[in-house]
């Protein structure tokens, strides 16, 4: 499965209203301190409060002039054939 864009620089406003600025600059660090030695993140569908099940694993985060991408691995055959489908086509 190919890389997953999660997020991208400017303005975003969270389920509350409340708005915060995201620069690229904070974007690098984040992908840069991303450790799955330390946590591993989960592809999961919604947002479950376990964190489960998990469809995949984020390998790492890149950081680009788009945004961040996760790379995933050890993704689930039928869900990575849903996600090719067009059945996900938001990411949070």
Do not use: C
């Amino acid at each position: 499965m190919k890389g997953i864009h999660i997020f991208k620089a400017g303005e975003h406003t969270d389920s509350k209203g409340t708005a915060a600025e995201f620069t690229e600059s904070i974007l690098k660090a984040s992908a840069d301190a991303y450790d799955p030695k330390q946590h591993e993140a989960p592809i999961v569908v919604g947002h479950p409060k376990s964190n489960g099940p998990a469809w995949g694993w984020i390998t790492d985060v890149q950081f680009s002039e788009e945004g961040l991408t996760a790379n995933p691995d050890q993704v689930d055959p039928e869900f990575e054939e849903l996600v090719e489908k067009g059945r996900f086509k938001k990411v949070s």
